[in-house]
């Protein structure tokens, strides 16, 4: 009895701690006024990344640090998805969208004090494109770049093999200038532990899987128009703690020792959203939303009738409310209609084509002669309508289940690592997928779509549409910005007509940041902070 | 004992080889395309991929992988990350002091915590402390140590503030995860020390030495516990062995570098190297600890000595 008593006791006083209020009461933060400069950002991230090289690395969790190191020729201004100057002062494209010729700024140094001009940049586009060293960015024109001339010490002028319509969006994200002097140093494949930019932050320390330690470059003085921040960064420091547990991310931002805590689980959101002592850090992500690829060669899937059933057959509002709540009110995570999200350049709501309607998805499974079996799966010649969803996260797949048990379909569900989803997948052991694509440029999709991807590339429906073919390629050299949207929305359209592929919901970057942070917002990507213009208030 | 630890050192060899052929099977043979997932969020054209992977030589046949790897492995090259390029020997070399200091705090907290608790236990049979202690020890290894961690982290970094939540730097980040790993072994420790201790009072020669006279405390300490220690020690050194790569989720939770999170990560992201060379150094680890662990039941058990 006594035994009991304690148990109940060891157990329900850790609870009773939990629950209760933090001990300490926090300081109430001052309201913003003008930014100081001062004070170390500690920014808690996922994961690690792979190595701090712009030209060669193109890992998310790589990116977010090393684009406070580096700096690209141009800008994708988020207000209006147009281009703005960074390191390059004015730019001009060729007719044929061949040539770009770049003007660049004369007062801009790489940290080790060397001169950035024409010669880097070429050195850049030469070493990221170099065969021998196999660049993982993926955003990068592979294949499509021809070469770079050196017009005059400060003008550079960019050739492409044909006309690479995202060259531009490439160059203002992935194509950033590392120093030709650091590399010669240390080598090519060292370069990415001990790297050297022009970006307002300097590389100090990395030490793998636990931070990565930038500070404020003194002489930086280049800041492009688009920031408020004219002169240096305002804070002394960042470090980039490396944190892979979600619930531990959010306990060092509670416990004081971080700032901003990156990829909030729902509930902690929705815990902390509410508390003053917070901040609600919201970046929406273009690109492709979390979609199912549909193997379009497997039995039953490879039936357009059931490809169909299966996207009027899920209510996108409900799964996106039941599994991510506490976003919902911040325009996170919302349910998706179309393959591209509405930040997207090339967004075309006119493109959405399915919402959920279960009579018609139970109509078009009757006519497609699946009759409702016994057990309220239904069957058609001795098959039962069944197939197999993997995803990496429980949530969304769930809810589909229940929904699509409505309809007559069963699936099974597997929840388990990228890795093995993907190989399910390529295997043709699953049916459906995940393949979500956070990007600016609508030309991803052709790495989902496109038939040259299907095998050894990221086409896991298996789709081989020679008409769907041809409009990617021509989208991908379309000079014309207004027609090249209209081929977009075409290729979008015929995809979700042949159900291709199943979209369900938004991703984005979901972060809590203490009151103290000021000014922290995100590029066009939704993603990456600009740590230049962020100050902490006492 | 020369002529025992060489045989011993030589049964170690064929284990760590053992070990490193299954593993360079296993992990080749596993589903799954590395390159793909290295693109982690970035899906690139089909062409890109090729290239990327001929680099790695991941277009050769299966076969030449494998002998290429096994060949310079031999010759003492770990080979690089797949994922980073940086030598596996460097990342092995960060990582295993840290899981080795975590491994070992942890051990210290769980027989401070448990061996004590499992003598009092049994000295204290069928009274209140034994049932409070057990129910310590039975806690201890119920609850699993990812739950245990967060708990921790919870109430004594967010709420108390007295440690910090995550990080390796310093001896204050030891602390909790040691508790955690610490209180899962303490309590296993503390059941078997608890039965050896009982099985041991029950002796002939106790009741001898109570019959002479002797303090309760030499009768327990000097004669009882000595034996009594004997499963335990087996069990501690098996702990450890386990401790080593179980501390995976507690270097996890919070936020440690280390030899388990390495190997794991390597798996999930299939990166040859990096799991051959870790596996292999843990194979090791783990081949040294079992000696020394004979070693030590020698000198606790002089029966042993003339077997």
């Known amino acids: 009895m006594q035994q009991r008593v304690l148990l109940l006791l060891a157990v329900s006083l850790p609870v009773m701690l939990v629950a209760a209020p933090a001990a300490r009461p926090a300081p109430a933060p001052q309201p913003a006024s003008a930014p100081r400069s001062g004070g170390t950002l500690v920014y808690v991230i996922e994961g690690d990344p792979d190595r701090l090289d712009p030209n060669l690395s193109g890992l998310r969790t790589s990116q977010i640090a090393f684009f406070q190191i580096f700096e690209p020729l141009v800008v994708r201004d988020p207000a209006d998805n147009s281009f703005k100057p960074w390191l390059a002062a004015s730019w001009e494209v060729s007719a044929d969208g061949r040539a770009y010729t770049f003007r660049l700024r004369r007062d801009v140094k790489f940290h080790d004090g060397s001169p950035f001009n024409a010669d880097a940049v070429k050195f850049n586009m030469d070493r990221t494109h170099d065969p021998a060293l196999a660049t993982r960015c993926g955003g990068c024109a592979v294949g499509f770049y021809e070469g770079t001339d050196v017009v005059d010490p400060f003008t550079v002028r960019i050739r492409l093999r044909a006309p690479w319509a995202p060259f531009l969006d490439a160059m203002s994200l992935f194509y950033r200038m590392v120093s030709p002097d650091q590399v010669r140093k240390v080598g090519h494949q060292d370069f990415g532990r001990q790297p050297i930019g022009t970006g307002p932050m300097r590389f100090v320390e990395w030490v793998p899987n636990s931070r990565i330690v930038l500070e404020r470059y003194a002489d930086y003085n280049w800041a492009p128009p688009i920031f408020r921040n004219k002169g240096k960064a305002y804070v002394d420091r960042v470090v980039f703690r490396i944190i892979t547990e979600p619930s531990t991310r959010v306990a060092a931002l509670e416990a004081g020792e971080a700032q901003v805590a990156t990829a909030v689980s729902s509930q902690d959101f929705g815990r902390l959203s509410k508390d003053s002592r917070y901040q609600v850090v919201v970046g929406l992500s273009p690109g492709v939303p979390f979609t199912f690829a549909i193997n379009t060669t497997k039995a039953p899937t490879n039936e357009l009738a059931v490809r169909r059933a299966l996207n009027w057959g899920i209510d996108r509002e409900i799964i996106a409310r039941a599994s991510y709540q506490p976003f919902q009110p911040f325009g996170a995570f919302r349910p998706a209609y179309t ?17 959920y309607d279960i009579d018609r998805a139970r109509t078009l499974l009757e006519e497609a002669g699946w009759r409702m079996g016994p057990d309220g799966i239904r069957q058609k010649g001795g098959q039962r309508l069944e197939m197999v969803l993997n995803s990496w996260e429980h949530g969304p797949p769930e809810i589909m289940q229940s929904h699509l048990r409505r309809i007559g379909v069963s699936l099974k569900i597997g929840i388990m690592n990228a890795l093995a989803v993907n190989e399910a997948q390529r295997k043709a052991d699953s049916h459906m997928s995940p393949l979500p694509a956070a990007r600016t440029d609508p030309d991803v999709l052709s790495a989902f779509l496109h038939s040259r991807n299907v095998g050894s590339g990221f086409n896991f429906s298996f789709v081989k549409d020679p008409d769907l073919d041809r ?19 075409q290729a979008v ?36 902070p600009w740590i230049h213009e962020v100050w902490l208030s006492q | 004992m020369g002529p025992f630890v060489l045989v011993r050192l030589g049964h170690g060899v064929v284990v760590v080889l053992g070990v490193a052929v299954l593993v360079a099977l296993m992990i080749h043979l596993a589903p799954g395309d590395p390159v793909i997932v290295m693109m ?37 090259d770990l080979g690089r990350s797949l994922r980073s390029n940086r030598p596996v020997a460097q990342d092995i070399a960060r990582v295993v002091p840290l899981t080795m200091v975590l491994a070992t705090t942890a051990m210290v907290f769980g027989i401070v915590m448990g061996v004590p608790t499992g003598v009092v236990a049994a000295t204290q049979r069928g009274r209140w402390l034994d049932s409070q202690l057990s129910a310590f020890a039975v806690l201890g290894f119920s609850m699993p140590t990812f739950w245990t961690g967060l708990l921790l982290i919870s109430i004594f970094s967010v709420r108390l503030g007295w440690f910090p939540t995550s990080g390796q730097e310093g001896f204050k980040t030891l602390i909790l995860p040691a508790l955690a790993l610490g209180w899962y072994a303490a309590g296993a420790l503390a059941r078997l020390v608890r039965s ?40 501690a050194t098996v702990q450890f062995g386990s401790l080593l790569s179980g501390a995976v989720v507690v270097e996890t939770v919070f936020g440690r570098d280390g030899l ?11 990166d040859f190297p990096v799991v051959q060379g870790a596996v292999l150094v843990t194979a090791v680890i783990y081949t040294v600890t079992n000696l020394l662990t004979d070693l030590l039941y020698l000198r606790l058990d002089p029966r042993l000595r003339y077997a």
Not at chain 1, 471 to 489: G, H, N, P, S, W
Not at chain 2, 260 to 270: A, D, F, N, P, T
Request: charged share 25%; net charge positive; aromatic share 6%.
């Open chain 1, 339 to 355: 393959l591209l999200s509405h930040t997207t350049w090339g967004y075309d709501k006119g493109t959405e084509t399915y919402e």
């Open chain 2, 196 to 235: 050896g201790m009982l099985e041991v009072l029950q002796q002939e020669y106790v009741t001898v030495a109570r019959a002479k006279g002797l303090r309760e405390t030499l009768v327990v300490l000097r004669h009882a516990f000595r034996n009594a220690l004997i499963p335990a020690v087996t069990l």
């Open chain 2, 40 to 76: 982690g969020d970035a899906p690139v054209q089909g062409e890109q991929l090729q290239i990327i992977r001929r680099s790695l030589g991941l277009d050769r046949p299966l076969i030449v992988q494998i002998t290429t790897r096994a060949a310079r492995m031999l010759r003492g």
């Open chain 2, 260 to 270: 388990g999170r390495l190997i794991v990560i390597g798996i999930l992201e299939k």
């Open chain 1, 493 to 528: 359209r015929r995809t979700l007509d042949r159900a291709y592929m199943l979209p369900v919901h938004n991703r984005d970057n979901v972060s809590l940041a203490s009151a103290r942070v000021q000014g922290l917002r995100f590029d066009v990507t939704g993603f990456f």
């Open chain 1, 471 to 489: 409009i990617f390629d021509q989208a991908a050299t379309e000079v014309d910005a207004a027609r090249r949207k209209q081929l977009y929305a």
